[in-house]
């Protein structure tokens, strides 16, 4: 089954950006399809596999910051080429 899931990772510290880079940068080292925009990241792929892949890196990025947020929205559906029809 195929999946969109867009992250926001929002550490609750000053220097922040050090943070978001290392897990976009992990994210973008996958075998998945990665987009960002300047307010979320998405991934895309099989959710089987997707998953553990997002367990393992979540895990990471939360024990390199002290306390974070990380929001996640899952759509079941590939929606890596979608593009605006308006």
Known sequence: MK????LT???LKDDYEPHIV???KLLRASEFTVLENPLSTQI???FDKLMPFLNEAIKQ???AIDIAVLNMKIVKTDR???KPDF
């Not at 999946?3 to 867009?6: A, N, Q």
């Open 3 to 6: 999946v969109s899931i867009e």
């Open 9 to 11: 990772l929002t550490p």
């Open 22 to 24: 290392d897990f976009i």
């Open 44 to 46: 895309y792929g099989d």
């Open 61 to 63: 990025a939360f024990q």
């Open 80 to 82: 890596s080429d979608y």
